[in-house]
């Protein structure tokens, strides 16, 4: 049996308020409903990865959002399965992740929704550098994506993400990435039961609420899914200290020191010197 089979297997149905579905969705919801909805203006311009099966209708996170007033949908799998032509037509937007700033033109987006898309990106540096140039200016990109997670192509499977990952790859992208914008969900008692198969069905909903952490500092080292927000500057949340390269600095989490985007110049044992070097 593949990953994805593995992951979807026994979800479907309903338990009352709650889908029976995989663990990782129930903490998504949560962190959309906490953190996105009210850091969502009405009007908003939101882009989703939809249902390959319903272009243009087949949304589960922008209906959570009341300010995400203008749905769009990305496929990608028109493109890769079936050689649809890069465009956008009508609420649909037919691109992959690198080429859609050129598919969208003049058109950006104030909420981009990359939830569980970079573990399935081979680029995730140009990628999230991609989303930036589509994102409008004070826009916000939802990321979510699996710390643990089983191989899964949809149609390729690359990366898991810790916070300092995701956060590393954005701030490299010129987004602003503040600690308080993080979330977590699970830890190792709920990896073991990801990994035998379990779902939400399969606990009391207290004890899954319990297991989702809200905060950089607080998401757990076994956390199933990690969950942050990243917005483009100019934003408030760019004044935040921790929102940026001096809060990795203090972390000793480096790059290439004030000009990430441009990296020294040698070979590799020179550029780690440098490295070393502008440590205190």
């Keep these: 049996m593949s990953g994805i089979e593995n992951w979807s297997k026994r979800a479907g149905g309903t338990n009352g308020e709650y889908p029976w579905v995989v663990l990782e969705r129930f903490w998504i919801v949560r962190f959309i409903r906490e953190l996105v909805t009210p ?16 272009p243009g209708s087949g949304f589960s996170y922008t209906k959570l959002v009341p300010g995400c007033t203008h749905e769009w949908d990305i496929q990608f799998d028109h493109t ?12 649909v937007v037919y691109s992959d992740v690198l080429n859609l700033p050129y598919v969208l033109g003049a058109l950006k987006m104030n909420v981009i929704f ?15 550098a991609a989303l930036f140039e589509a994102t409008a200016p004070s826009g916000l990109v939802v990321f979510t994506a699996p710390q643990q997670a089983q191989f899964h192509k949809v149609p390729h499977d690359y990366f898991r993400y810790t916070v300092e990952g995701a956060k590393y790859v ?14 977590g969900g699970g830890d190792f008692v709920f990896d073991i039961a990801r990994d035998a198969g379990l779902l939400v069905q399969d606990f009391p909903v207290e004890e899954v609420e319990g297991g989702y952490q809200r905060g950089y500092e607080k998401v757990s080292h076994s956390a199933i899914g990690v969950h942050m927000l990243a917005y483009k500057p ?32 040698g070979p590799p044992s020179k550029v780690l010197s440098a490295a070393v070097e502008r440590a205190p």
């Design 170 to 183: 954005f701030v490299s992208a010129g987004f602003c990435v503040p600690n308080y914008g993080f979330a």
């Design 234 to 265: 100019p934003h408030p949340s760019c004044d935040d200290p921790t929102a940026g390269w001096d809060e990795l600095n203090r972390q000793g989490i480096r790059a290439y020191g004030e000009t990430p985007s441009k990296p020294p110049e």
């Design 39 to 54: 850091s969502v203006q009405a009007g908003s311009n939101c882009l989703e990865w939809g249902n390959p099966e319903t």
């Design 114 to 128: 990359a939830t569980q898309v970079f573990e399935h990106l081979a680029d995730p540096l140009k990628s999230a």
């Design 80 to 91: 890769y399965y079936l050689g649809k032509a890069m465009s956008v037509v009508g609420n």
